[in-house]
């Protein structure tokens, strides 16, 4: 897990990146709509993504989901449509562990190859392979055609008789059919049946689910019976626990360097705890990255589950995006990192994925200027990893309505369509900009500078942290609830970080404490020469602990300024 440089992720949504259809019909099939596939992943589009700045890339929605594509001709048996959720179908309802999607392959029958060749592409491009690793819940109709010999499929020996059994690979309703309350058809001619029904994925223990439900999915048993108390059944091991180790390792071996485990807190600790070191014993530098949104079990998924990395969802990000609306004072930012209690190097933040609003939409900030100042404090406060979602760097509004995916704010994970700001960038695979807006453009530049400062300032990478806004709370010219400073530093560099959330330029007065001279070890200096690090000016500053440091600072923006100690 030590990595020498920052992790910048750049997260970005397979079957949608090179997909080139500019005129994609509301709820089309692959015909209508088209598919990017892993080949658009070109070299030339990847050395274009590490030259924003990346180091890692997330490949989502790699493994085989459901989806309403027919693709029988290909030995895949067809899913029914009431239990897909649009056309394309959600790569979270995973349909065989062992396979790579078939929308992504140009060439169905070496879907395969053709992933392991992305992968090599990646590679030779200076990038590191993350994928999803999703191990909660299955599509309603999973089935493995590209398992090894020798394993059995998830289900094949249960007793349904149970409504739990730790010998079970899912949990029972016995006696039941499903009855969604969702339409059971969809496009076919025939209810989908399932009896005894199985529990729905996001904990529904019922025959029940609905619309709002994750009801194409199937909950998992990892030996936890959930309708008695809890009561944990984990010796022996569960038939689960082994079957998804066994994946993991397939994984493994086609030399990724990473899974982004989804829902992992859904999934119990102690399964984590006993597959993640048998998986890193034959690949200690694999990265596990735990999508976690309860506080109370930070520490239980790092220390005891073994995983690197945590998502700061409600923390920062919900911090952050409050900000941004002017909801929330910048001074709970210093609030949502010392809630951590020491683990915030551990922690992945992010200002958008395929979960979250687009910061462009209409539901979030309608201007995505507004994040910059957001996007300095995320990228640059701790030597933790960043990630931005694909489209994020060009202000991507996120205002479709796709399909099953709605227009609300979101890049759809369930239709077949094509995202604007990436078509212009791609550009035919060109990469010219030449499609591009100017304010996309401008956006593109600071996103391009930001993430690029994270790995060739050692003071970002790797340096100290050292949050001034105690020493500036109802400063005489510094408004706390909008302004944020802090500082970081590595060896004889110190970096200087102003930003500001008003829409307004202000000039501002930061209080430099004794206390960051004696735990940076400062020296004190009345005039000296700092960089702005985004603009390239030099200015002139004070760096005294009994005299503030004037600074003007644009609205929507920020400064880092380098002072060479």
Request: charged letters at 25%; a negative charge.
């Amino acid at each position: 897990m030590r990595n020498e440089n920052k992790l910048i992720i750049y997260q970005v949504f397979t079957r949608l990146f090179g997909n080139n259809n500019n005129h994609c019909i509301n709820n089309g099939n692959i015909i209508e709509n088209g598919c990017g596939k892993m080949a658009d992943f070109t070299s030339k589009a990847l050395s274009e993504i590490k030259k924003l700045g990346a180091t890692h890339i997330w490949y989502t929605g790699i493994i085989e989901h459901a989806t309403q594509t027919d693709y029988r001709r290909y030995n895949i048996q067809p899913d029914h449509p009431a239990i897909v959720k649009g056309k394309a179908g959600s790569p979270y309802a995973i349909k065989d562990y062992y396979d790579v999607d078939p929308d992504l392959a140009k060439d169905v029958p070496e879907r395969m190859k053709e992933f392991e060749n992305l992968v090599q592409r990646t590679h030779r491009s200076g990038l590191k392979v993350i994928i999803d690793f999703v191990p909660n819940h299955v599509a309603r109709q999973y089935h493995s055609d590209a398992q090894p010999d020798g394993t059995s499929q998830l289900g094949a020996n249960d007793d349904s008789n149970y409504a739990f059994s730790p010998y079970n690979n899912f949990y029972y309703i016995p006696q039941s059919e499903l009855h969604g309350q969702f339409d059971m058809k969809g496009a076919a001619t025939e209810s989908y049946k399932e009896c005894p029904a199985r529990a729905t994925g996001n904990n529904r223990f019922d025959a029940y689910p609905n619309i709002n439900d994750w009801y194409e999915t199937v909950k998992l048993n990892y030996g936890v019976d959930y309708q008695n108390g809890g009561t944990c059944h984990f010796c022996p091991i569960p038939d689960t626990w082994t079957k998804m180790l066994d994946i993991l390792l397939f994984w493994a071996g086609k030399e990724i360097d990473g899974f982004r485990c989804d829902m992992a807190e859904m999934v119990p600790v102690e399964f984590w705890e006993w597959a993640i070191p048998q998986v890193k014993a034959q690949y200690n530098s694999l990265l596990f990255i735990a999508e976690v949104y309860n506080p109370k079990e930070y520490h239980n998924y790092l220390f005891r589950g073994k995983f690197d990395y945590l998502y700061d969802k409600v923390g920062l990000y919900d911090t952050l995006r409050a900000l941004i609306n002017g909801s929330e004072s910048a001074t709970a930012i210093t609030h949502s990192w010392q809630s951590l209690g020491g683990i915030e190097k551990r922690m992945l933040n992010f200002l958008e994925n395929h979960d979250e609003q687009r910061i462009a939409s209409d539901f979030f900030a309608s201007d995505p200027r507004k994040a910059i100042p957001a996007l300095i404090v995320s990228a640059c406060m701790n030597t933790n990893p960043m990630m931005i979602y694909f489209g994020q760097e060009f202000g991507e509004l996120g205002m479709d309505s796709e399909g099953f995916s709605g227009r609300d704010g979101r890049t759809t994970i369930f239709d077949y369509w094509s995202v604007d700001t990436i078509r212009r960038w791609r550009n035919g695979g060109k990469f010219d900009g030449k499609m591009l807006t100017e304010d996309q453009k401008y956006l593109y530049s600071i996103y391009q500078q930001v993430l690029t400062l994270c790995n060739k300032e050692a003071a970002i990478a790797k340096g100290d942290f050292f949050d001034l806004m105690y020493a500036n709370v109802n400063g005489w010219h510094f408004n706390e609830h909008k302004q944020y400073t802090f500082l970081r530093k590595f060896e004889r560099e110190l970096l200087f970080f102003v930003v500001n959330f008003d829409h307004m330029s202000v000039e501002l007065a930061v209080n430099i404490p004794a206390h960051a001279f004696d735990f940076l070890q400062i020296p004190q200096i009345d005039r000296c020469k700092a960089i702005d690090l985004l603009s390239r000016k030099e200015e002139m500053i004070s760096l005294l602990p009994y005299k503030a440091t004037t600074v003007s600072v644009g609205g929507y923006s920020g400064k880092i300024l380098k002072i060479k100690l």
